[in-house]
């Protein structure tokens, strides 16, 4: 049940979701009717109740701050787990790897800065995961085909295919049936019928009116065929209604035909296959069904005139008197109304009159409110932004820095990073080194070229490789991280070879710096250029032919097309104090929380490191990555019930003293933490003491930072950093860290207001 197992969870969100917004959106139109319903038409109540078909037809609604589903919305981000800086010890503690371990090389390419994710680390190192967000409960077991998690999920997935496929069977036997009875069915010939249906097809506007058959196969007269429409007589009401009375009838099943009811029959029975477990959906499609009735009559009855509408509530009494139920029946076909809605039926008949310009006012107003609150989704909580996090703000308000570059790129890279850009799907499972270069070649449909020594070496080295619906620069990135290779763009090819021997591409821009230093400290051009060498790719400004100068609030520099990247965008965020130039998030992204949400229960027993990796990417569908550093047969022994994915994962980063980050589309498990770049305000906590110099307040908060909040990474990890800029702190670390310095400044925060 490989495919049921990939799809369950997701089509049973979508059902929970559709269930509940669907029942909220019935409860609104029976509240407006009961205001509201007495100035509505017929019509203008059967559109209200068409609303609950609209809503089952849309897959997603957007979402609007006005939507009444924000009064209890269910999260679409998770709340953070922070970062716990005094976890238990468990097993045998391993030294993280030093600082002057060789820094990652530059790719060619621009970075990706990974959104913001809630960190938890893992014993001795720096983690970040996710915390579990709101989706349905899945437990996944043991290793092995018959894990408990995907097993429930598939058999609540096949048990409800099974029974809508069961009442689909039903009517489909029923529509054979019914078929089949009609086979004996006479048109009927006489003159009079003829003639009244002629005349009422005329006042209607029905250009084509339908055969009329006389058959035992209803019990009351019916319109049936989607293609062909035929109008369907039970014998028995021949001879004994005038003609007259059978007018009233065919204006009846005509403005049936007319508003073409027969498709929507169909649909029906298709949506109360489909939510057949949902008790909303079938008093929805009944109420449909009893309103269209009553809005049939009322077109019937136009133009209105008082013997019309006597002869027709008079003729509507006789087919009750006449028309009992039971004989066959379309499985398509609507009912004959109970006492209670013929009753409503004939006062409203009693009552017509042509809708008012109020009644229509009101209908508008009804419809157009509950379409406003119901056809939009809720907006995701978010926790609200510390001061300072530069945290999701108005992009219209962004002011760019200026960038002229000298020169142009080649003519064939913006074709080769289009090719880049396209989104690619790999599974490679101890796969040959060259089968997934062949496969990198193929999805890509791109020259990707290898360096000499590398195929020599490595042409037959099995690999694991997975990346699920990423761009082809991140399925190399993903390649190149299980193989400590870089790749880069050469020559009109992808090149990929050892780390440092891709020949890099230098281009020289020249930035507008002026907003950033005019107005300010002779030396603050000098103090802008020590801030980009120390944050923005700090490895990158040691290479030869690389250069950074200032002229006139003009920086010039020197760097490949990658760091430009992130120079641009650092100095954007610089200048709108930390907002602006974040890359966009991965789509994948909402996949993997929703994958570490889900709860689990683990049973391993002296796994090798691999294995267990190997299980959550195979049982839990969860995209993770394994640094060649690690010891892939270090044993592993967990057992834990329902708990979230994302803490089983911790466990085995701790068990195996890894650092556990959490990227845009996948999870790591490595010796050394990715960093990123965050903003922070702290203009308030340096005047929290006018008496004291700015800069020397500075100093002491990064001083009291670096003690206070994991001591350890920052003597680890050359690249954790910070750095100042007109009350701005700059901080290079992991997201785990990060998480945890907002807290820290809030607690500071909070404690000058106490």
């Not at 030869?544 to 650092?570: M, P, Y």
């Not at 860290?737 to 809030?746: D, P, S, T």
């Amino acid at each position: 049940m490989n495919a049921a197992d990939s799809l369950a969870p997701g089509v049973l969100d979508w059902l929970w979701r559709t269930t509940w917004q669907v029942a909220v959106l019935a409860a609104l139109i029976l509240a407006a009717l009961s205001l509201g319903g007495r100035f509505l038409t017929p019509h203008a109540r059967y559109a209200l109740w068409l609303l609950v078909v609209g809503r089952l037809l849309v897959p997603a609604l957007p979402e609007a701050p006005w939507s009444i589903f924000n009064l209890a919305p269910a999260p679409s981000a998770p709340a953070p787990l922070g970062p716990r800086s005094a976890a238990p010890p468990v097993g045998p503690a391993a030294e993280v790897a030093r600082a002057d371990e060789a820094p990652r090389p530059e790719r060619g390419r621009e970075p990706k800065v990974p959104p913001p994710k809630a960190p938890k680390p893992a014993v001795g190192t720096e983690s970040a995961v996710l915390a579990p967000i709101a989706a349905p409960t899945l437990e996944a077991g043991p290793a092995g085909p018959g894990s408990p998690s995907r097993d429930r999920a598939s058999w609540a997935l096949l048990l409800w295919l099974s029974v809508a496929a069961v009442l689909a069977l039903r009517i489909l036997v029923l529509e054979f049936r019914f078929a089949r009875a009609l086979r004996g069915a006479r048109a009927v010939e006489d003159p009079a019928v003829l003639d009244a249906l002629a005349s009422s097809a005329r006042s209607l506007g029905v250009k084509r009116p339908p055969r009329i058959l006389a058959t035992d196969a209803v019990r009351a007269p019916a319109l049936v065929g989607l293609l062909r429409p035929r109008l369907l007589l039970p014998p028995h009401l021949e001879g004994r209604f005038s003609a007259e009375e059978l007018a009233c009838v065919f204006r009846h099943e005509l403005a049936h035909l007319r508003a073409r009811d027969g498709p929507l029959n169909a649909l029906l029975a298709l949506l109360e296959c489909v939510h057949w477990f949902n008790p909303a959906v079938w008093f929805s499609t009944r109420r449909i069904r009893a309103e269209r009735e009553s809005a049939r009559d009322w077109t019937a009855l136009q133009p209105a005139g008082s013997e019309l509408q006597r002869v027709y509530g008079r003729t509507l009494i006789k087919l009750i008197e006449c028309c009992s139920a039971g004989g066959r029946r379309s499985a398509l076909l609507p009912i004959l109304e109970g006492h209670r809605e013929m009753k409503r039926r004939i006062s409203m008949i009693a009552n017509h009159e042509s809708g008012s310009r109020r009644g229509r006012a009101s209908a508008f107003a009804l419809g157009g409110g509950i379409v406003l609150v119901a056809f939009t989704g809720a907006q995701p909580l978010s926790p609200p932004a510390e001061k300072g996090s530069g945290a999701a703000q108005d992009p219209a308000a962004v002011e760019p820095i200026h960038v002229e570059r000298r020169g142009s790129a080649p003519s064939w890279e913006e074709d080769l990073r289009r090719k880049l850009a396209t989104r690619v799907t790999l599974r490679f499972a101890d796969t040959s080194f060259r089968a997934v270069l062949d496969g990198l070649r193929a999805e890509g449909k791109v020259d990707l070229v290898v360096h000499p020594d590398t195929l020599a070496e490595r042409a037959g080295e099995a690999l694991d490789l997975e990346a699920a619906d990423v761009t082809l620069e991140r399925a190399l990135d993903r390649f190149c991280e299980a193989t400590e290779l870089e790749w880069g763009l050469v020559q009109g090819a992808v090149f990929v070879a050892p780390r440092g021997a891709v020949p890099s591409r230098y281009e020289q821009r020249v930035y507008d710096i002026r907003p950033l230093v005019s107005g300010g400290e002779d030396d603050r051009p000098d103090r802008l250029v020590d801030l980009i060498r120390s944050v923005v790719v700090p490895e990158s400004w040691e290479r030869e032919s690389v250069g950074v100068a200032h002229w006139k609030g003009l920086l010039l520099v020197n760097q490949t097309e990658a760091v430009h990247r992130e120079l641009a965008r650092f100095l954007t965020q610089l200048r709108n104090r930390g907002r602006g130039g974040e890359p966009d998030p991965s789509p994948v992204t909402a996949a993997l929380e929703q994958a570490l949400g889900r709860e689990v229960s683990v049973h391993l027993d002296s796994a090798p490191l691999k294995g267990a990796c190997a299980w959550l990417r195979s049982e839990c569908g969860l995209p993770l990555l394994l640094d060649r550093d690690a010891d892939p047969d270090l044993p592993i022994t967990l057992h834990l019930e329902r708990v979230p994915l994302s803490r089983a994962v911790e466990w085995v980063a701790t068990l195996s003293n890894l650092t556990l980050s959490v990227r845009e589309d996948a999870v790591a498990l490595g010796p050394r933490p990715s960093m990123e770049l965050r903003f922070y305000d702290i203009e308030d906590l340096l005047k929290a003491d006018v008496d004291e110099d700015p800069d020397e307040a500075a100093e002491a908060l990064d001083n009291l930072l670096r003690s206070s909040v994991a001591p350890a990474s920052w003597q680890n990890y050359p690249e954790a950093r910070i750095g100042h800029w007109d009350r701005l702190m700059i901080v290079s670390q992991s997201a785990g860290v990060q998480a945890e310095i907002e807290r820290f400044l809030g607690t500071l925060r909070r404690a000058f207001r106490g």
